[in-house]
């Protein structure tokens, strides 16, 4: 059974950082696309960041140059480093995971999701 546990979220004013982790069970990440979505309030969930089997990575535009996609497949767990957080980035982060060669952004394309957690960012 496949279980991701999110961690690391938080309340932070403007400029500050955070660290999430996503923890993987029931299954090796080395062969999964794994992926960070956030969702505001009132707003659908959106994608954030997603790394592939081979490391590659992609980034929202909106976070480009600010967030970091990350994996260890020894620890067998997920991270986003998030740096110069602004309000807009207030939501609940979610990880998620499915084989696959190629990731990408679409929500469905994704079968394995965490219960997310919390970031806040005050101005």
């Known amino acids: 059974q496949v279980q991701l546990v999110e961690s690391g979220g938080g309340s932070v004013q403007a400029g500050g950082s955070l660290s999430l982790s996503c923890g993987a069970s029931g299954y090796t990440i080395t062969n999964y696309c794994m992926g960070w979505f956030r969702q505001a309030p009132g707003k659908e969930r959106e994608g954030v960041a997603t790394i592939d089997r081979n490391g590659r990575t992609k980034y929202v535009d909106s976070v480009v140059g600010r967030f970091t996609i990350s994996k260890d497949n020894t620890k067998n767990t997920l991270y986003l480093q998030m740096n110069s957080l602004k309000p807009e980035d207030t939501a609940i982060y979610y990880c998620?995971?499915?084989?696959?060669?190629?990731?990408?952004?679409?929500?469905?394309?994704?079968?394995?999701w965490g219960q997310g957690t919390q970031v806040t960012v005050s101005s």
């Open positions: 998620a995971a499915d084989f696959c060669t190629i990731a990408t952004m679409i929500l469905s394309s994704y079968n394995y």
